[in-house]
């Protein structure tokens, strides 16, 4: 298996800002990305983040993760563990 992530919501945070957040799954990797969402069947509905200016991860198993945003302005890529689960959450302008 490889990464994956699964959103769990996207919702209006402030300022013409929403928020997208959701768990991901590292099986047999040590590093993924996670490309924000475009879907409408969420909470804002049309709206999805094109530039992702803020992020937050927490692993489930206590350990490190590092963010590097060298990917493209929707995507965030995530170094950590090797089989690492957890969360995350991405803001971003609604577009």
């Given at each position: 298996m490889a990464f994956s992530n699964t959103v769990t919501d996207i919702v209006p945070f402030a300022n013409g800002l929403i928020m997208e957040y959701g768990t991901f799954n590292g099986a047999t990797v040590t590093s993924g990305e996670i490309t924000a969402s475009t879907a409408?069947?969420?909470?804002?509905?049309?709206?999805?983040?094109?530039?992702?200016?803020?992020?937050?991860?927490?692993?489930?198993?206590?350990?490190?993760?590092i963010p590097a945003k060298d990917v493209a302005p929707n995507k965030i890529k995530i170094t950590f563990t090797a089989n690492d689960t957890g969360d995350y959450w991405i803001i971003g302008k609604a577009r």
């Amino acid at each position: 298996m490889a990464f994956s992530n699964t959103v769990t919501d996207i919702v209006p945070f402030a300022n013409g800002l929403i928020m997208e957040y959701g768990t991901f799954n590292g099986a047999t990797v040590t590093s993924g990305e996670i490309t924000a969402s475009t879907a409408s069947t969420y909470t804002v509905g049309d709206s999805h983040i094109t530039e992702i200016i803020s992020w937050g991860f927490a692993s489930d198993g206590d350990t490190a993760i590092i963010p590097a945003k060298d990917v493209a302005p929707n995507k965030i890529k995530i170094t950590f563990t090797a089989n690492d689960t957890g969360d995350y959450w991405i803001i971003g302008k609604a577009r």
